[in-house]
Nanobody, 125 residues
Framework: QVQLVESGGGSVQAGGFLRLSCVASGNSANRVRMGWFRQVPGKEREGVAAININSGSTYYADSVKGRFTISQDSAKNTVYLQMNSLKPEDTAVYYC??????????????????WGQGTQVTVSS
């Protein structure tokens, strides 16, 4: 099993920044791929960014490229999502997710069996 706990959400004005954290515990083989997803009520969950904990490789959705950065601190079993130049359309509940190693990185939900409880990010114009 894997447990994921997110933190760092909040309210910010457009153009501002936030850093989300996800502390992971449990079977390390099941959390080689770590991803951030977000969901707005009434819409499907959207993949934002992913990282391979072993290789450090990263992958981003086009909507956040150049603004968001996913990173890790292996000593703290923590994955971060640094969000800069935030826009009102970034408002959502952000979820941390984990899965086993795969060839390449993906933002497809079904490859992430473990999920955190989510943290709200609100960006006002």
């Amino acid at each position: 099993q894997v447990q994921l706990v997110e933190s760092g959400g909040g309210s910010v004005q457009a153009g501002g920044f936030l850093r989300l954290s996800c502390v992971a515990s449990g079977n390390s083989a099941n959390r080689v791929r770590m991803g951030w997803f977000r969901q707005v009520p009434g819409k499907e969950r959207e993949g934002v960014a992913a990282i391979n904990i072993n290789s450090g490789s990263t992958y981003y959705a086009d909507s956040v490229k150049g603004r968001f950065t996913i990173s890790q601190d292996s000593a703290k079993n923590t994955v971060y999502l640094q969000m800069n130049s935030l826009k009102p359309e970034d408002t959502a509940v952000y979820y941390c997710a984990a899965g086993k190693a795969l060839i390449g990185l993906t933002l497809v939900e079904r490859y992430y069996p473990y999920w955190g409880q989510g943290t709200q990010v609100t960006v006002s114009s």
